[in-house]
């Protein structure tokens, strides 16, 4: 079973919010070994990145990213990954987004996010009762969009029904911890090894 990775991206999302687990699913094999990467033949996951439309997102630092996808024409999405950035802040009060979000949410298996990310998914009231992290500059913040969050302060990688990490590199610590869960420590661990990653654990 081929599960599809959709990470939202947007004006302002910090770059290894999105790149880093964008890398890690992508290069994710079943098989072991350099080889494999050379085609799609063992991957348990097909990767792209969505946008409210076609049009380039200027990720911070200035990076222009052509999406793969818009809203309206993305494929169902099994895994959502929501990354974090200064954009953020925009969004909570952008209710098309939070909108789509909710909605993508509902129909995956599993959602994501990274950095401050949870703050979007706070704002549509996805982490009501969960624990869940962010950038450690967020914790305050995103307790406070919903006083019912178990905000932890010393995890990178929370999973609480969502999966949450905490800033901008925890993301890829989040990405392996889902495929491990998702396809087992082996596949995880020789994924690592593959992009030469030393995992925290």
Known sequence: MVRTVGILIFDDVEVLDFAGPFEVFSRT??????????TDHSAPFRVFTVARSREAVTAIGGLK?????????????????????FGTRALLHDEPTLAWVRSTASSASLVTSVCTGALVLARVGLLAGRRATTHWAAHDLLASLDTSIQVD????VVSDGIV???????????????????CGKAVADETAH????????
């Open 65 to 85: 990213v052509m999406p793969g996808y818009a809203w309206s024409d993305t494929p169902a999405i099994d895994l959502l990954v929501v990354p974090g950035g």
């Open 164 to 182: 949450t990490s905490a800033g901008v590199s925890a993301g890829i610590d989040m990405a392996f911890d889902v495929v491990e869960q998702l």
């Open 153 to 156: 302060r010393q995890s990178r």
């Open 194 to 201: 593959y992009i030469e990653y030393r995992r925290s654990r």
């Open 29 to 38: 094999r079943l098989v072991a070994g350099a080889e494999s990467r050379r």
